[in-house]
């Protein structure tokens, strides 16, 4: 195990970062519950809100509702294989996923790296190289995608994009993935401007032309579950045939 002081230094990294926030959502998938419940407790201990789940259900049921700022996956779940949930998850997200095994083979580990993963660390692991690996993909998943306002303000309404947070004039915030803060960010930049679905896609997803109209109408509709119960109005207008258009007064 790693000496104390070791993972202190980790610790003050995370937090000088800007990272170890709620609003910063981690999927951990494990079959194994001791090793599951194990990142679950370390992430969630530094202030990450985390999931874990033991199967490729229950994490597609997680990305269907949630869209996570990282993912660790074990390679063996116990409805199937983390390379296969993967892959699947590859054709619609980019988050991060950080894959944690018992086989440390050579070609384990290209496979996985391979299949669309962007680390891979061998079980047993010391919870501080855990922590600086996972925070390193998401420092720079952050930076590939920087928002260069701290607050940006429209009517009623204040986004905090650095701590992906939104708030409201009665004080109450609310916590927001990156892909929404993204996609409401360019809302409110472009406030009162009709932006096309594939002004809005790029933008959210840049250079990823697989991205569909469809997914976006989906965020979009967790942006309003979120927005509209505080400021009782409507603020993000369907413009048909167009794309959308952010009205906030």
């Not at 000088?16 to 999927?27: D, V, Y």
């Not at 940006?152 to 990156?178: E, S």
Request: glycine letters at 8%; hydrophobic letters at 40%.
């Amino acid at each position: 195990m790693p000496e104390a002081d070791t993972f202190i230094i980790a610790a003050q990294d995370g937090e000088r970062t800007g990272l170890r926030s709620p609003s910063l959502h981690i999927l951990v998938a494990d079959a194994d519950a001791h090793a599951r419940n194990l990142v679950q407790f370390l992430f969630e201990d530094l202030g990450y809100s985390v999931r874990a789940v033991e199967d490729q259900q229950g994490a597609m049921a997680f990305l269907t509702a949630t869209e996570p700022d990282l993912i660790v996956l074990d390679t063996s779940l116990s409805d199937g294989g983390g390379f296969e949930l993967c892959r699947a998850i590859r054709r619609m997200s980019k988050v991060p996923i950080l894959f944690i095994s018992a086989d440390g083979a050579t070609e384990q580990r290209v496979y996985g790296l391979q299949c669309g993963g962007d680390g891979y660390l061998v079980k047993p692991f010391e919870p501080a190289e855990l922590i600086a690996r996972a925070e390193a993909l998401l420092r720079r998943s952050r930076a590939m995608y920087p928002l260069p306002l701290p607050r940006l303000k429209q009517g009623h309404l204040a986004l905090y994009p650095t701590q992906q947070q939104v708030g409201f004039d009665n004080g109450r915030m609310v916590a927001l993935t990156q892909h929404e803060t993204r996609l409401l960010y360019v809302l409110m930049l472009h406030a009162g401007d009709a932006l096309t679905h594939d002004q809005l896609c790029q933008a959210v997803w840049p250079g990823d032309p697989t991205e569909s109209h469809a997914r976006l109408n989906v965020y979009i509709s967790r942006l309003r579950a979120k927005l509209v119960p505080h400021l009782r109005k409507q603020c993000i207008t369907t413009m048909r045939n167009v794309g959308y258009r952010f009205e906030c007064s």
